[in-house]
């Protein structure tokens, strides 16, 4: 499974964007999506995430602003993230861990594995 996170942007602070991560596969279900961040000079956090039965859980400097939806089959998981800040700078990564997906074929892999997508740039600056 390969994804593609895209949505980043400039955008002036109190400004929105709305991120999608792209599914190479049909992907049905997965126990696990989420939006992590890596700030230039720190390392790789948590923003939020969500389980199959719809959980959400959200990093103290997200909550209130940020909102993980799941999607379609070709979009698992989305971020909507409103009244950004500058420290909201970074580049954005989607993940899905342990997908159930419908092949070519229209057979169902449930896959362990653990997937993330190419990063996608957020810059908030006036």
């Known amino acids: 499974v390969q994804l593609q996170a895209s949505g980043g942007g400039l955008v002036q602070p109190g400004g929105s964007l709305r991120l999608s991560c792209t599914a190479s596969?049909?992907?049905?279900?997965?126990?696990?999506g989420g939006w992590y961040r890596r700030a230039p000079g720190k390392e790789r956090e948590l923003v939020a995430s969500?389980?199959?039965?719809?959980?959400?859980n959200y990093a103290d400097s997200a909550n209130g602003r940020f909102t993980i939806s799941r999607g379609d089959a070709k979009n698992p998981v989305n971020l909507q993230i409103n009244s950004l800040k500058p420290e909201d700078t970074a580049v954005y990564y989607c993940?899905?861990?342990?997908?159930?997906?419908?092949?070519?074929?229209?057979?169902?892999?449930?896959?362990?594995?653990?997937?993330w997508g190419q990063g996608t740039k957020v810059t908030v600056s006036s």
């Open positions: 993940n899905v861990g342990k997908p159930t997906y419908q092949t070519d074929r229209g057979d169902l892999v449930a896959d362990g594995g653990d997937y």
């Open positions: 596969k049909t992907i049905l279900n997965f126990v696990s």
């Open positions: 969500i389980s199959s039965g719809g959980y959400r």
